[in-house]
């Protein structure tokens, strides 16, 4: 009798203590996501696992997630938004690309959801209206210059501390049939991307750049055609060879890997693609460092130009349920276990404020976690300029390449495409 | 009575029941899209906010200021050029050449030829992008010629000589499609009549322009229709192989409009590009048609 | 005489000689591109930079395997194969109906309708592009089967219906009379006895309209985003984007994406050259 009233009894409170917790039934929340990727990528992989890590973390929300990639992402997010059927989350951009629908107030602000002691002060930079749309995964650094040192030092040469320096290691090189800087420059974004921005912010200075989108100083100015004039230099004195206007983007590393160049600027996204081609001890012997200092430079030594990476926002307007949810999903991929993630699997150092020391990391990712404190960041010129301007820079890039166009005269072409703009 | 006026009605609803499917499909994809184009090319339509305010001949007049859209008008006219001075005299060139049986293995030359023209723009396109690249076959070829591990090819950079290269692809993949259009008409024409004439001792030269020539006439104009309207379209294999580049020397107007639409999101200027590629069409129409009932049979 | 007899004999050597290289110049420009893709689809991806005209050191069908299946290149077979397939089918019977309507039942109205349908033959498809996306947007086609079958049957009718109309102004309008005369109606006479006449022109139309369904690129590129809509081309595109760095993939892909015109074309080439000759292009 006893013990069949204990066992009623301990049945009760088990019950209860079930009902006590969940009154209801555990609702399951659907999320749709619209998500950036690239299936035919690598990283495409690691995308499934952090979604199952996600689903064993929080079992009642079910993510509904369409991965696209490049036109087909943006072209599904217009129609999307045209058709105001933005889906819950979204991949979008920190500054240009993603503005015109920010600015459309169909993207919630996460500012008052995120704990900003947790990430780096760089990547929470104000995103427009000075409002956070999205929480970015990482600070990108879109200029990096990969040395291969100890092809430098077979040379008889040593590392460049100066641009001049860098300049006089073109003739070796040349003697040797190696290209002094691999860069891949047939598509326009990569030159304006992964150097000129960093060389404005150089030679230019932040404070110039700052003034200059907000239209109080001129493309016209000495500083930004300085800025220009480098670049001509850099192709006229070959530090750029000609072939590198050829050059498809996705041909460089492989060639840098194989030691046909001493350099190869690029973004610090590239890091992966040489650590999956380069054996460890190979990876010991690549340095990454930015251009070196150029005589008469306003900005800041050895600085390079970051961005925020992207990440993902919510859209506007969801009841408190979704809201909440959206922002669980958020902050798993961007923060603490997202960052972890990524770390580990493609050696992207974080925003999220994380313990790197406990992470296992090959040569090459170790560095470019070194990368980062050692170089200051200045803006990345298509995150701060975006529609037709930026198309003009890009192209009259191109056009300078091809020497086809002045310094002075690119200036003004972008002087007036901007003011046009405005 | 009655009956005769019942049963010519019968007969105009059957006559629409025909044509209406059609008619229907047709205008729904090539009438209303043109008007709707024709309207927003007066806006600024966001398609984020899915709104439009009237702003007049605006994005007309940046259009006829802008270097880069003359540019890609006038590599438009390079590829009709190309097409009519190019695909269509070689397609006829080789098809007579078959036809007279001049050289052997014709089946096999044919399909040689034609072949490129069955495979997707875009494959081709991708295909030329990478054998023209920095590190491409073409470029290594010469690479090895030269003996200069840095060679490149120095014509893709010039603003119109950039086309010397890109005609070759346009040549090699079109070709194929006049060589067979002519041989197709060339091979109705009556055995009968060359006999004739070659026994009353016509010269090859006589039996080409009094024979041939005259009876491909009409053929010759309908190509020229076709390679002029189709140079409007050399759309996907452009896209592939240069996206316009470098600093826009290949751009044609197709990948102007495309870039403005869907990367920049000008939807109004987007639409004046499409407006402006409609008024060609038309103006091209109306001088085909014209040359057509001067020189050529008529269509209809 | 037997002097300008040997120099008619030499020219007419010389011309062939040069007849011969123009034809083998083709032949080579057609094949050695072939040939080149088809050998490097099987070389690693750093091989393909490093050496782009050598034969795979290191022979791999890796790259095959995986651009298909990371590639989905399965799915948009079958996606390019349904476009194609409906929209072929079903523009013949659209486009054989108005044909017939224009051909034998004459209205003063056919000559603006067949007009129309004319001034589609040189309207390009680039045109219609912004306001078409717009337009499928608005209606929520944009990304759905129906919103690609709509515009390929649409662009199909212009030629469909110029072929169509010619050949069947050919049709004797005794036989459709003697018909009538019998007490068939229109639409029995047009199944009956006018569309399986029309068989050649039927072949010619259906050979243009699937190379043109098959390779078309840019509407599917822009009309949809989903891995369920897109179809082989966009798929193969989805290789050699902006980013792309795959070259062992992406040349695998492309021979995945020439292969089947290839092989159409080898089986088919008699049809589409006799295609051309049954009225293809009116002389």
């Known amino acids: 009798m006893l013990k069949k009233t204990i066992l009623v009894l301990a049945l009760a409170v088990a019950l209860a203590f079930v009902f006590g917790c969940q009154p209801e039934k555990p609702k399951v929340m659907e999320l749709s996501v619209l998500n950036y990727l690239d299936l035919t990528s690598e990283g495409a992989k690691n995308w499934d696992k952090l979604v199952a890590a996600f689903n064993e973390k929080y079992p009642n929300i079910t993510l509904k997630v369409e991965n696209l990639y490049d036109e087909a992402y943006h072209q599904k997010l217009k129609a999307l938004a045209a058709a105001n059927n933005l889906p819950d989350v979204m991949y979008l951009w920190p500054g240009g690309r993603s503005a015109e629908v920010t600015s459309a107030g169909l993207v919630a602000d996460l500012t008052p959801m995120i704990d900003k002691s947790k990430y780096a002060s760089a990547a929470l930079a104000p995103q427009g209206d000075g409002k956070l749309y999205e929480l970015p995964f990482a600070v990108t650094a879109c200029h990096v210059m990969f040395a291969n040192k100890k092809l430098i030092e077979s040379l008889g040469l040593t590392m460049p501390k100066t641009y001049d320096e860098l300049k006089a290691m073109v003739p070796k090189a040349k003697a040797a049939g190696l290209e002094t800087v691999i860069m891949p420059n047939k598509a326009a974004w990569v030159m304006q991307s992964c150097l000129f921005s960093a060389v404005v912010g150089r030679v230019a200075g932040q404070e110039w750049i700052n003034k200059a989108v907000a239209g109080e100083a001129s493309f016209t100015d000495p500083e930004f055609v300085k800025s220009i004039q480098v670049i001509a230099d850099m192709y006229a004195s070959e530090i750029l060879p000609p072939t590198s206007i050829q050059l498809d983007y996705g041909d460089n590393p492989a060639l840098f890997a194989q030691g046909k160049g001493l350099f190869m600027i690029d973004g610090d996204w590239r890091t992966q693609a040489l650590i999956d081609v380069m054996s460890e001890e190979e990876q010991e012997n690549i340095e990454l460092m930015v251009l070196p200092d150029i005589a008469g430079q306003k900005g800041p030594s050895s600085s390079t130009a970051t961005v925020p990476a992207t990440g993902f926002g919510m859209k506007a307007g969801l009841d408190k349920d979704k809201a909440d949810a959206a922002w669980k999903m958020i902050s798993f991929f961007c923060g603490e276990e997202g960052a972890k993630f990524r770390l580990e699997t493609e050696g992207m150092p974080p925003a999220y404020k994380l313990d790197v020391s406990s992470v296992d990391l090959k040569p090459l990712a170790k560095k470019r976690i070194a990368f980062y404190p050692a170089h200051p960041g200045t803006a990345v010129l298509d995150n701060v300029i975006s529609g037709e301007p930026i198309n003009i820079i890009n192209n009259g890039l191109q056009e300078l390449a091809l020497k086809k166009i002045t310094p002075e005269a690119l200036a003004k072409k972008i002087d007036d495409a901007f003011k046009a703009a405005m | 009575m009655m009956e005769i006026r019942s049963e010519k009605k019968t007969k105009i609803i059957i006559y629409f029941i025909f044509i209406l499917p059609a008619l229907i499909v047709y205008l729904a994809v090539v009438a209303f899209p043109v008007i709707t184009s024709v309207f927003l090319s007066f806006t600024d339509y966001n398609v984020y906010k899915n709104e439009a305010t009237v702003v007049g001949m605006k994005h007309y007049i940046k259009m006829m200021k802008d270097d880069i859209f003359w540019t890609a008008l006038a590599n438009n006219f390079i590829i009709v050029f190309i097409s009519v001075f190019g695909q269509i005299p070689i397609g006829f060139m080789l098809a007579y050449i078959l036809y007279r049986k001049i050289v052997g293995m014709e089946k096999f030359f044919q399909a040689m030829v034609y072949l490129p023209a069955v495979i997707s723009t875009i494959v081709v396109g991708i295909l030329w992008n990478k054998m023209f690249s920095a590190v491409g076959g073409i470029t290594k070829l010469l690479q090895l010629l030269y003996n200069d591990p840095h060679y490149m090819i120095q014509i893709l950079n010039e603003k119109f000589l950039a086309f010397i290269p890109l005609s070759v692809v346009f040549i090699w993949m079109y070709t194929g499609f006049y060589m067979i259009v002519f041989l197709a008409n060339l091979q109705k024409i009556d055995p009968a009549i060359l006999e004739a004439s070659q026994i009353d001792g016509a010269s090859e030269s006589q039996i080409f322009f009094k024979v041939i020539m005259p009876s491909l006439r009409g053929v010759i104009v309908i190509t020229a229709i076709l390679a002029i309207s189709g140079s409007l379209k050399g759309f996907d294999l452009l896209f592939a192989l240069t996206n316009g580049g470098p600093a826009g020397y290949t751009e044609v107007l197709a990948i102007y409009m495309y870039r403005y639409t869907f990367i920049i999101n000008n939807y109004g200027f987007g639409s004046a590009v499409s407006t402006v590629i409609v008024l060609i069409s038309v103006i091209l129409i109306a001088l085909t048609r014209f040359i057509n009932s001067r020189f050529g049979e008529e269509v209809n | ?283």
């Not at chain 3, 476009?83 to 003063?108: D, E, P, W």
């Not at chain 3, 989805?238 to 792309?244: E, I, N, Q, T, V």
């Open chain 3, 1 to 283: 005489m037997a002097k300008t007899d040997l120099q008619k004999n030499l020219t007419s050597i010389g011309i062939k000689i040069i007849f011969y290289v123009i034809f083998f110049t083709f032949t080579i420009l057609t094949i050695l591109p072939l040939v080149w893709l088809f050998y490097s689809s099987f070389k690693p991806k750093a091989e393909i930079v490093m050496n782009p005209l050598a034969l795979p050191k290191n022979f791999i069908i890796t790259n095959y395997i995986q651009a298909w299946t990371i590639g989905k290149l399965g799915l948009y077979t079958i996606n390019s194969l349904f476009y194609t397939s409906v929209s072929t089918i079903v523009s013949i019977v659209f486009a054989m109906g108005a044909s017939f309507a224009f051909a034998k039942l004459r209205y003063k109205i056919t000559v603006f309708f067949y007009n129309l349908f004319l001034m589609g033959l040189l309207i390009s498809i680039h045109s219609i592009l912004v306001p078409l996306f717009l337009a499928e947007t608005w209606v929520h086609l944009q990304d759905t089967h129906l919103g690609i079958l709509i515009p390929y049957i649409a662009l199909a009718l212009p030629v469909a219906i110029y072929l169509g109309t010619e050949y069947i102004k050919g049709i004797p309008d005794s036989l459709i009379e003697s018909s009538r005369m019998d007490g068939a109606g229109y639409f029995r006479i047009f199944a009956e006895i006018v569309f399986p006449m029309c068989m050649p022109v039927v072949m010619t139309v259906a050979i243009l309209t699937i190379l043109g369904c098959w390779n078309e690129f840019i509407l599917v590129f822009i009309l949809t985003s989903s891995e369920s809509t897109r179809s082989l081309p966009v798929g193969i595109y989805a290789f050699s984007g902006p980013l792309a760095i795959e070259y062992g993939l992406q040349f695998a892909a492309l021979v995945i994406g020439a292969a089947p015109m290839i092989l159409f074309y080898a089986f088919f080439n008699r049809q589409i050259t006799k295609g051309f000759a049954a009225g293809a292009i009116k002389g």
